[in-house]
Antibody, heavy 120, light 109 residues
């Protein structure tokens, strides 16, 4: 059973960098699949942030691309998200998930999510 | 960028009734790349349907998906109490980008 768990600071100051890690169990990241991040502001819908392959190949949401960096640490079976220059608009529950289904068309396994609040 | 518009925003129905949720795309989407999710309060989204009409593992057969091109539908044949939640459609398109619809809230009437 594939399981994902997000971790990182729950509070980040404006203009600083948000950093989250997703630990994967039940599947080796280096075996394949893309892995992604999705966020959800309180009371709002889902927004795709980006996805990454174990080789380091990435795809980012164009609206966030200038501020997003994703990376993989295969030895720890983890992948990470960094979002720079955060503002209150970046306050959200951040989910990590596996890109599965046919041709990588959807997210089949999700973490429980972690709330990140941007505030001074 | 493909925009997905879901309707209605809120759907009020009773257990046992049939629910029909719509997802319309701003341009044609490959049927292979359209998915539906269910989200309950405080929980992560759960994959229901992928490839427009294929049920994910463990999803009851009262959930079905259909559609092609720009119009897709999620149907719940007979609503159970646990089906009341928010539903999102999602597409996977060119340049390996993903977009979600804004969601439909299915509430108990």
């Amino acid at each position: 059973q594939v399981q994902l768990q997000e971790s990182g600071p729950g509070l980040v100051k404006p203009s600083e960098t948000l950093s989250l890690t997703c630990a994967v169990s039940g599947y080796s990241i280096s075996s394949g699949y893309y892995w992604g991040w999705i966020r959800q502001p309180p009371g709002k819908g889902l927004e795709w942030i980006g996805s990454i392959y174990h080789s380091g190949s990435t795809y980012y949401n164009p609206s966030l691309k200038s501020r997003v960096t994703m990376s993989v640490v295969t030895s720890k079976n983890q992948f990470s998200l960094k979002l720079s220059s955060v503002t209150a608009a970046d306050t959200a529950v951040y989910y990590c998930a596996r890109v599965g289904c046919n041709g990588g068309s959807c997210y089949d396994y999700w973490g429980q999510g972690t709330l990140v609040t941007v505030s001074s | 960028e493909i925009v997905l518009t879901q309707s209605p925003g809120t759907l009020s129905l009773s257990p046992g009734e049939r629910a029909t949720l719509s997802c319309r795309a701003s341009q044609s989407v490959s049927s292979s790349y359209l998915a539906w999710y269910q989200q309950k309060p405080g929980q992560a989204p759960r994959l229901l349907i992928y490839g427009a009409s294929s049920r994910a593992t463990g999803i009851p057969d009262r959930f079905s998906g259909s559609g092609s091109g720009t119009d897709f539908t999620l149907t719940i044949s007979r609503l159970e109490p646990e089906d009341f939640a928010v539903y999102y459609c999602q597409q996977y398109g060119s340049s390996s980008l993903y977009t979600f619809g804004q969601g439909t809230k299915l509430e108990i009437k």
